[in-house]
């Protein structure tokens, strides 16, 4: 999601699942079925679900573990795609204070919460996110999509005033969460090869954001998904968990691997468009959220993009470094070609990243060899 949705296009309007969960005596509407679920391979390692640990405090420490962190964030960058950072540095309470707004706000009335409905063709709101037919299938969650940063691009309409607390807090959050997230993406930047500055500049003052979701229970929990699979659009997604109930899943060698997050640790991962500036060397993982029988789930996720001066494509540093040249395997296009690709697409899968490849000619002739495969 990067922020400049009301100029290219959101989402429609679909029923409140909060309220369908509440009123629907159990019975799901066909429209939130997902019959492929019964397909998907869950991994039973209880091992496999623990992401590698990121101490930022070493990091930005300047001591004797530097490099040991280093070689932990690049083999988390290449091997998984995903990560949790401890010590991050942002105070508990800041982050407590938005937890606690977020439960609070989702408690509300429908009425109260629809003070803040997205709008017709407009992604930021209250609703949920990337619908784009009557036909799609759903997610069995709602969520509030709030464009936190830069300041002078806020849609304050969409920011709840209850509880009264809510707009101070989301500030300090998302202020905070920006200043990690651009830490992050230097450290990046430098695991690559690269001067941090030549990362961070694409992403300083750009659109940033905020997507908290709510995901009720549900006694048929096996056959709705929270949130479908996907990679994420952005550069770096850092996500906080808003109560116990864990639901994150990522996709590692063909499995549904469940990620048990560290208490006061942010899961952060690889979004598209840094796979794409690394010309492939870090990969964004598809990853989704399954739904609890018992239990509702919260979550809050910050979403870090390129700013309106940016072009993502492979980082010319990176594919031009001496003898070790690389064909570019990604296209380069504006920030504003990309948002239009964005907000086009229903975002399953990898279908972004297959669209940004470069398609070779042994590639292309490859593919016209294979026979169609007909459904059966």
């Excluded at 609703?127 to 464009?147: C, N, P, R, T």
């Excluded at 920011?159 to 990690?180: A, Q």
Aim: proline share 6%.
């Amino acid at each position: 999601m990067v922020g400049l949705e009301r100029k290219f296009g959101g989402s429609l309007a679909v029923p409140n699942v909060q309220q369908l969960a509440l009123s629907s005596n159990d019975i799901v509407p066909i429209r939130y079925i997902h019959p492929e679920l019964d397909l998907e391979r869950v991994s039973n390692d209880e091992y496999s679900g623990y992401l590698p640990v990121i101490d930022i405090g070493k990091l930005v420490g300047g001591g004797c573990d530097v490099d040991g962190e280093l070689a932990k964030l690049h083999s988390a960058c290449r091997e998984w795609g995903f990560f949790q950072v401890i010590n991050h540095g942002i105070v508990e309470e800041v982050i407590l204070n938005m937890k606690a707004d977020v439960q609070q706000f989702f408690k509300q009335t429908l009425q109260e919460k629809m003070k803040c409905a997205q709008l017709p063709n407009d992604l930021e709101g209250y609703g949920q996110a990337f619908v784009l037919s009557e036909e799609q299938k759903l997610d069995w969650s709602d969520m509030l999509y709030i464009l936190a940063q830069p300041m002078e691009r806020r849609n304050m309409r969409v920011w709840p005033t209850v509880p009264s607390s809510f707009r101070t807090t989301l500030d300090e959050y998302s202020s905070e969460v920006g200043k990690l997230s651009i830490i992050l993406l230097g450290f990046v930047a430098r695991n690559l090869g690269l001067d941090p500055e030549k990362l961070i500049s694409s992403f300083r003052e750009g659109p940033q954001g905020i997507r908290m979701n709510y995901i009720p229970s549900c006694k048929q929990a096996s056959k709705v998904i929270g949130l479908h699979p996907h990679s994420d659009v952005d550069g770096l997604t850092l996500l906080t968990q808003v109560n116990e109930v864990q639901g994150l899943q990522i996709k590692r060698d063909g499995k549904w691997v469940p990620i048990a997050p560290i208490p006061g640790a942010f899961v952060v991962n690889v979004g598209d468009i840094i796979e794409i500036m690394s010309n492939g060397e870090y990969k964004s993982v598809e990853h989704r959220v399954v739904v609890n029988p018992e239990k509702e789930r919260l979550s809050i996720a910050a979403f870090h993009n390129t700013n309106s001066n940016a072009v993502i494509g492979p980082l010319p540093d990176l594919i031009n470094r001496g003898d070790q040249k690389q064909a570019p395997k990604y296209k380069t296009v504006s920030t504003t070609d990309y948002i239009k690709l964005v907000m086009r697409s229903t975002l399953d899968g990898k279908c972004l990243i297959d669209e940004m490849k470069i398609r070779t000619e042994a590639a292309a002739a490859s593919s016209e060899e294979k026979p169609m495969i007909k459904p059966s």
